[in-house]
């Protein structure tokens, strides 16, 4: 049986449409089939419609601890997205594959998969998972799922690598988020009679300054930490939606606003911090309307990244990666999650530029899935020497 090159099975990744709405069960049973041919039996973890599912797969010894290689199968959208070629075939051009997700990150997953007919003829003293999850788009949810079936698992992994893209380079942290729905509901009445009601905008406004005092706080007197681009915590609104007409006293604001923290700043508690300004103004709201209220829901979020730069997996994946830098990257990704959920030690190396994920005419050059299938030998090198 002729061993299939990554590129080749990239191609066969970017022909399955992921993205993060729609099912990837079809991408998910190719995966199987393939691992199903040299072996390898996988087990599926789904969400709760059953229309998609996480896939986990152990090539080697079971009661070993060993490393996890990680990452997504689902994608953003294309919608609205002006490409020069089929998002959902991979075209060559200069020396880059471009299609969706041949960045973001079915190029590690291929590379990943291209390397199980070694990682299963060698004979490993150490095991070598794959987790391939869902819902990584949308705020790294599906993961969570297979990290609860994990947690009853008997044997701890010992590394998890998350292969999200970093050009082959070794991140070693990024910030936690919460993603934040405020919404405001007032009184309405005829803006003649103003005082009769309770205005949603005016009391959204103030929780928009309020995230701004907030995020000034942050920046002078937060953690701080120069590996980052934006060194500090930040905060912001997105999104405001409120109102219908000039002479109407709005009774409905919704507002979209985050929060980016730094490991080290308690994410929960700016959180907290605005639910309790929300219960100070929902008091003097009730005061003219007893029954305006507001609202204050996390509804997205992830716990940040903060592996030492001195910790066996960060010279463990510099050693794979033949890189000696580390750095830290203002996206989130799954790995802060195996690390808060399954204690497992952590690190981000993949293939492909985060500049060039989720964008028209997504690519990854051929040079980067190169250097990816030469980390993949040296893991399988590693895993057999124990
Ligand atoms: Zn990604």
């Given amino acids: 049986m002729p061993i299939p090159t990554t590129r080749a099975i990239l191609a066969d990744l970017v022909g399955f449409d992921t993205?993060?709405?729609d099912s990837n069960l079809p991408l998910v049973a190719h995966v199987e089939a393939f691992l199903g041919r040299y072996g390898v039996e996988s087990r599926r973890v789904?969400?709760?419609?059953?229309?998609?599912a996480n896939l986990w797969a152990t090539i080697g010894p079971k009661d070993v601890p060993g490393l996890i290689l990680s990452?997504?199968?689902?994608?953003?959208?294309?919608d609205g997205q002006d490409w020069a070629s089929d998002p959902f075939g991979l075209e060559e051009r200069d020396g880059r594959l471009y299609g969706r997700g041949s960045c973001d990150m079915k190029g590690f997953l291929a590379a990943a998969l291209a390397a199980v007919p070694s990682m299963v003829a060698a004979d490993l003293a150490r095991p070598i998972h794959l987790a391939?999850?869902?819902?990584?788009?949308?705020?790294c949810v599906g993961v969570k799922r297979l990290l609860e079936v994990l947690q009853d698992e008997p044997v701890k992994p010992a590394f998890c690598i998350v292969g999200e893209p970093t050009l082959m380079q070794v991140v070693i942290g990024h910030k936690a988020k919460r993603s934040i729905r405020v919404t405001v509901r007032g009184r309405t009445c005829h803006s003649s009679l103003a005082p009769q009601g309770v205005n949603a905008v005016d009391?959204?406004?103030l929780l928009i300054v309020r995230m701004r005092e907030i995020a000034r706080r942050l920046a002078e007197a937060g953690a701080v930490d120069a590996a980052y681009d934006v060194p500090y915590t930040t905060a912001h609104t997105g999104v405001v939606n409120g109102g219908t007409a000039l002479n109407i006293v709005p009774d409905l604001c919704r507002l979209d606003c985050e929060f980016r923290v730094m490991p080290g700043e308690d994410a929960d508690a700016l959180v907290d911090e605005l639910q309790a300004y929300a219960r100070?103004?929902?008091?003097?709201m009730q005061d003219v309307a007893p029954e305006a209220g507001i609202e204050v829901d996390v509804f997205a979020g992830f716990p940040g990244l903060e592996t030492a730069p001195e910790a066996d997996v960060t010279v463990l994946a510099k050693r794979l990666a033949e890189s000696n830098g580390h750095s830290k990257v203002a996206y989130g990704t799954e790995a802060g999650r195996f690390h808060a959920m399954l204690g497992v030690p952590t690190a981000i190396v993949g293939p492909g530029s985060i500049e060039q994920?989720?964008?028209?005419?997504?690519?990854?050059?051929?040079?980067?899935?190169?250097a990816c299938d030469r980390f993949m030998?040296?893991?399988?090198d590693w895993a057999r020497q124990g």
């Fill in 357 to 370: 994920a989720h964008k028209a005419d997504e690519y990854i050059e051929i040079a980067q899935l190169d």
């Fill in 19 to 21: 993205t993060s709405r």
């Fill in 377 to 380: 030998q040296r893991l399988v």
């Fill in 203 to 205: 009391y959204a406004a």
């Fill in 280 to 284: 100070e103004l929902e008091a003097e």
């Fill in 71 to 78: 990452g997504h199968t689902d994608t953003v959208p294309v």
């Fill in 132 to 139: 391939f999850s869902y819902d990584e788009e949308v705020g």
């Fill in 46 to 52: 789904y969400d709760e419609t059953g229309a998609k």
